[in-house]
């Protein structure tokens, strides 16, 4: 399914305001990870109040261990300081990379902004090599910043 294909579905759930937030999340993921064949997980962290973490506050896909990720540390963390988008094709190559399966070969960090502030960001791992093109990055881009107008 193509990505304007995805858009329409995923204005519906996240304008659908009789339902809370993280509920509206946890949908946009499934969609996605149920629609896009190589996004194998996806999620949404946020920061943890004032402290230098991220919190899981959203996800589709297998459970994972690592709902708090310090700023700094793996690829999100590394985004929450960066504040761009990073993109990581192999992700054997990369020395701070927090493993959160085996089967993770890339994942792409979209940071989410609310006014000008980097809050959270979406996460995506994938179990194929180098699967993320420039059009990934522009849809997750549109999917923030139609989050960011419901937060």
């Known amino acids: 399914m193509t990505f304007d294909k995805l858009k329409p579905q995923i204005e519906d759930i996240l304008q659908n305001e009789s339902k809370d937030v993280a509920t509206r999340l946890t949908e946009v993921c499934v969609v996605l990870e149920t629609n896009i064949p190589y996004f194998d997980w996806v999620g949404f962290y946020f920061r943890n109040g004032n402290k230098e973490e991220l919190k899981l506050k959203a996800f589709a896909g297998e459970p994972t261990d690592h709902e708090i990720i310090p700023f700094g540390r793996g690829i999100c963390g590394?985004?929450?300081?960066?504040?761009?988008?990073?993109?990581v094709p192999d992700v054997?190559?990369?020395?701070?990379?927090?493993?959160?399966?085996?089967?993770?070969?890339?994942?792409?960090?979209?940071?989410?902004?609310?006014?000008?502030?980097?809050?959270?960001?979406?996460d995506i791992d994938s179990h194929t090599e180098d699967p993320f093109s420039h059009e990934d990055e522009l849809f997750l881009e549109w999917i923030n910043e139609n989050v960011s107008k419901i937060l």
């Open 78 to 87: 590394q985004v929450a300081v960066s504040n761009k988008n990073f993109v």
């Open 92 to 122: 054997k190559a990369q020395n701070n990379y927090i493993a959160c399966s085996i089967h993770v070969k890339a994942e792409i960090v979209i940071p989410l902004f609310v006014n000008g502030e980097n809050i959270g960001q979406i």
